[in-house]
């Protein structure tokens, strides 16, 4: 990468460079306004000649927020750059949007002022100046439908982790009370722990009939289990215990509550008219821990027109996590370059003063970046075409660039499925095998032409044993 990047910065300085005419001081935007959000207090920003007084503040009352809209029409603003400053943006977004304004959200790395003076005034007028000469880009947001989805779906995984601490409070009381249980049991919360822990809850404290709760297909004997079971049942800890398994079977009825209602607002989005492929084929597969209630593959077929649990390492899960965060709608981004460098899965070369300075991919908290790493690195014994891609680029770059490269195959892979509503079809793992080895031996041919040789095959004879 590094070498590419010097290529690059070598053969510009051999070409000659075409300057292009930049009217820096054009504005755009002659309607703009530019609002500070906090808290408390909205600091709103118009142009100058809109107003006897170019800057006014509002508190963050709804009835302040329809005040502001209003002044802004007053005022004949159609379009507002805001910052996205935690989540006091979003009522005042979803007023301004449903009031007709064009609203541009602006990253608040994207707005950084010059050194001196910071006041609340001073910031809502630099906006405003930034977005009247064009020189704000907006951040993306799906459709009202599916922010819906993404808000339900990020309180999911909350409501999952929160689950997951009180299984960690089960494993801290059965360990002060030197139940070993989790060394015999790879998951408390399966069907064999879930029973021994709730027979200790009601009362029963004996090792052998706790041992009888063994389902056939655990891996550990009756005996193994019995002797894990062997401790002190104090009563302070068993308290504990017991609140710990309250605790976690309340969050478990919370997601099944959550899946209900995500369930029926997939239910509202209009089934495909021109699907690109066939709807899922129902798995009849045993549930696995943190899965949807519901047929999942079947609603998000129904609202993206596209089976994406088509692509190797994509489950339902993963399928959800993508659509809920970007949508369907792939118009955003002209084209699979753009949307990968959104999910900063292209390397970002830095090059001052003729040097390569830094090179690599940017850091990044985007969710579905992360989903796609995580489905990634999940090929590496997957017998398919991406799996045998992850292989290679893991043998010639090591196990981080390989996630990220295929990471960028499997975005690219999403937008064209999502864009032109086409089917995924795996071509194999002997596909990229084959083109490794029709590219070595062409650099091979060439090498050998360059000194003057030819290759020839050689058909080599099979290797007897000798006795």
């Not at 779906?153 to 909350?158: F, L």
């Not at 478990?252 to 008219?273: N, V, W």
């Not at 129902?282 to 999942?296: C, E, G, I, S, V």
């Not at 596909?431 to 091979?444: A, E, H, K, V, W």
Request: charged share 25%; with cysteine; proline share 4%.
């Amino acid at each position: 990468m590094m070498k590419k990047a010097r290529a690059m910065v070598k053969q510009k300085h051999e070409n000659k460079v075409k300057p292009g005419v930049v009217d820096a001081m054009a504005q755009i935007n002659h309607n703009a306004a530019g609002i500070d959000i906090g808290s408390e207090e909205m600091y709103v920003a118009v142009p100058p000649d809109r107003a006897e007084e170019s800057v006014r503040c509002f508190q963050t009352f709804t009835a302040d927020l329809q005040h502001l809209a209003d002044w802004l029409k007053a005022c004949r603003v159609d379009t507002v750059a805001m910052e996205s400053t935690g989540v006091y943006w979003i009522p005042l977004y979803e007023i301004l949007e449903e009031r007709g304004f064009q609203v541009c959200l602006v990253n608040a790395r994207h707005l950084k002022n010059v050194s001196g003076r910071k006041t609340d005034v001073l910031d809502c007028q630099w906006i405003q100046q930034l977005h009247t000469y064009g020189l704000l880009s907006a951040s993306f947001r799906p459709s009202e439908q599916v922010v819906a989805i993404r808000s339900l779906v990020r309180h999911r995984e909350m409501l999952v982790q929160y689950r997951s601490a009180h299984i960690q409070h089960m494993q801290k009381a059965l360990t002060q009370m030197n139940l070993r249980l989790t060394n015999v049991l790879s998951d408390i919360t399966g069907v064999t722990g879930l029973k021994i822990i709730r027979a200790i809850v009601a009362g029963e404290h004996n090792p052998k009939v706790l041992a009888g709760s063994r389902e056939p297909g655990c891996k550990k004997s009756e005996a193994e289990i019995t002797k894990s079971l062997e401790g002190h049942y104090r009563r302070e800890h068993l308290f504990a215990l017991k609140q710990a398994l309250e605790l976690y079977d309340f969050y478990d009825q919370q997601l099944q509550a959550c899946d209900t209602e995500l369930e029926a607002m997939y239910q509202q989005f209009d089934p495909p008219e021109d699907p690109g492929t066939p709807p899922p084929t129902p798995r009849q597969t045993k549930r696995r821990k943190n899965q949807a209630h519901f047929d999942l593959a079947s609603a998000l077929y129904r609202m993206s027109g596209v089976d994406l649990t088509q692509i190797n390492g994509l489950d339902a899960m993963t399928a959800q996590k993508v659509l809920s965060e970007v949508g369907s709608d792939m118009s955003k981004w002209p084209t699979a370059k753009h949307f990968a460098s959104w999910l900063h899965l292209c390397p970002n070369t830095k090059i001052t003063g003729g040097k390569v300075i830094q090179t690599g991919v940017q850091p990044t908290q985007n969710r579905v970046s992360t989903a796609l790493r995580i489905a990634a690195a999940s090929l590496h014994h997957s017998d398919s075409a991406l799996g045998a891609y992850f292989r290679r680029m893991r043998a010639r770059q090591g196990a981080p660039s390989a996630i990220t490269s295929t990471a960028h195959k499997l975005a690219r892979i999403i937008y064209f499925m999502l864009k032109e509503r086409k089917s995924y079809q795996d071509i194999g793992a002997d596909y990229y095998d084959q083109q490794y080895r029709t590219r070595i031996i062409r650099n091979l041919n060439r090498q050998a032409t360059k000194f003057g040789f030819r290759l020839e095959p050689v058909l080599l004879a099979p290797i007897h044993e000798v006795s």
